[in-house]
């Protein structure tokens, strides 16, 4: 069994920043490589990719990708001691308030697969809140 668990969520002000941590353990995930992807959905809209991470395991951490609407803002990497995977969210704006997900595909899958569908992950956590005030 997969478990994944995000935390870091708050509240911070415009311009502000926040780093989001993300751990997947269970069923050789600790050790192994995959595609772990952060996700967002704020009220009233459908959940949207933001970044991904290839997660190395003891190789560590491999390619990252971004949405447009964070490049140069928001960094995905991976802590090269352990398996939790951190999204560092600088110059935060009002649009970025949501709910993140965390997100992990089957094992051996590069991120490069498809990372921005949600049908690539089957493991998801429960959320965490950020809320950006102007």
């Known amino acids: 069994q997969v478990q994944v668990v995000e935390s870091g969520g708050g509240s911070v002000q415009a311009g502000g920043s926040l780093r989001l941590s993300c751990e997947a353990s269970g069923s050789g995930y600790r050790f192994s490589r995959y595609c772990l992807g952060w996700f967002r959905q704020a009220a009233g809209q459908e959940r949207e990719a933001v970044a991904a991470?290839?997660?190395?395991?003891?190789?560590?951490?491999?390619?990252?990708f971004y949405v447009d609407s964070v490049k140069g803002r928001f960094t995905v990497s991976q802590h090269n001691a352990n398996n939790i995977v951190y999204l560092q969210m600088d110059s935060l704006k009002p649009e970025d308030a949501a709910t993140y997900y965390c997100a992990t595909s089957r094992l051996y899958t590069n991120c490069d697969s498809g990372w921005t569908r949600k049908t690539m992950f089957p493991y998801w956590g429960p959320g965490t809140r950020v809320t950006v005030s102007s």
């Open positions: 991470i290839d997660v190395g395991g003891v190789a560590g951490a491999g390619s990252t």
